[in-house]
T-cell receptor, first 113, second 112 residues
């Protein structure tokens, strides 16, 4: 099992540019989570999907952030336009039903300059 | 509002010491509590606790849950420099659709 796969591992972009982060959950997992981690705020949940449907997006900072899950094996988190304060590590995690041993991807380190 | 609070926020010890990390929670419809270890990359799963008083053990790490007092502890005995990490406690919040509510984390530094 390859685990949760995220890409890219690192992203450096200029303010105002669009950024797309990608995630492939573990096959068979039906819940997918996007988290953001910063030194100041720790781990924050941005949005989560269950069976490809967004369940809770209350953590999404603002309209510049959007997430999609077109099928069970792929999700994207898009930031448009990006700002320096979006710089953080973005984690994707997946789980299956009641087994809340969430598995995290390696994260994408985003730097907006 | 569901919440998870960890203490201490940071801890510095020497190799061989024993440490106890604390996690308290306030969550409706509690079902489980999870501990993660985070080094320089993604959090890695350590334990999931669902029942009070039953210790989970993995090598030098152990954890126990008290559902009456609403807390959990993570013990690490004979610490090693490789135990240096941030330890995260999290509880699924069914009040908020099952998402994980994380504590702030405890940053453990083990000195040689």
């Amino acid at each position: 099992d390859a685990g949760v796969i995220q890409s890219p591992r690192h992203e450096v972009t200029e303010m105002g540019q669009e950024v797309t982060l990608r995630c492939k959950p573990i096959s068979g997992h039906n819940s997918l989570f996007w988290y953001r981690q910063t030194m100041m705020r720790g781990l924050e949940l941005l949005i989560y999907f269950n069976n490809n449907v967004p369940i809770d997006d209350s953590g999404m900072p603002e309209d510049r952030f959007s997430a999609k899950m077109p099928n069970a094996s792929f999700s994207t988190l898009k930031i448009q336009p990006s700002e320096p304060r979006d710089s953080a590590v973005y984690f994707c995690a997946s789980s299956f039903g009641e087994n809340y041993g969430y598995t995290f991807g390696s994260g994408t380190r985003l730097t907006v300059v | 509002e569901d919440k998870v609070v960890q203490s201490p926020l940071s801890l510095v010890v020497h190799e061989g010491d024993t440490v106890t990390l604390n996690c308290s929670y306030e969550v409706t419809n509690f079902r489980s509590l999870l501990w993660y270890k985070q080094e320089k990359k993604a959090p890695t799963f350590l334990f999931m606790l669902t029942s009070s008083g039953i210790e989970k053990k993995s090598g030098r790490l152990s954890s126990i849950l008290d559902k009456k007092e609403l807390f959990s502890i993570l013990n690490i005995t004979a610490t090693q420099t490789g135990d240096s990490a941030i330890y995260l406690c999290a509880v699924p919040s069914y009040n908020q659709g099952g998402k994980l509510i994380f504590g702030q984390g405890t940053e453990l530094s083990v000195k040689p």
